[in-house]
């Protein structure tokens, strides 16, 4: 396999799975917010919590092999630039964003309160205008 080809299949590998983790991303807060608004079922809850960290646990399985594919194209293929650094830095950010999803499901399960229904709504949101972002360096490549 010539070095296009691979650079094609780790590329398309390495989206495949950042898409698998951006929808937990997506979907872990929202669990959140139902757990949030169930409470006093404990049958609801008890399979939202098992939903969540079925959830967590897959989203790391995809970050970590979408981080794998990445540092590939970055050392063999040589991938750089300034944008590069921005988007991990907002990459970064939304790592921080889903363990901290994932620390509040934790925390249910020992018996910590969550945010509001309403913040938890708003937290989100975030990984949306994140991603945004992160889609336009990677196509536009700015600097």
């Not at 399979?47 to 079925?54: I, Y």
């Not at 981080?67 to 991990?88: C, E, V």
């Not at 509001?116 to 360096?137: D, G, H, T």
């Amino acid at each position: 396999m010539d070095k296009a080809s691979l650079y094609f299949w780790v590329k398309t590998a390495h989206l495949v799975f950042v898409i698998a983790w951006m929808a937990t991303v997506f979907y872990l807060p929202r669990i959140l917010v139902n757990l949030t608004e169930t409470a006093g079922q404990p049958e609801v809850q008890t399979r939202l919590l098992l939903m969540g960290k079925k959830l967590y646990r897959f989203g790391h399985n995809m970050f970590g092999l979408a981080l794998i594919l990445g540092l590939a194209l970055w050392l063999y293929f040589h991938i750089s630039g300034g944008w590069l650094h921005a988007k991990l830095a907002l990459v970064a950010l939304m790592l921080a964003h889903f363990i901290v999803a994932g620390r509040w499901l934790k925390g249910v399960e020992k018996g910590r309160a969550l945010p509001s229904s309403k913040a938890l709504r708003w937290f989100n949101e975030l990984p949306l205008l994140l991603l945004i972002a992160v889609v336009y360096l990677v196509l536009a490549k700015p600097f």
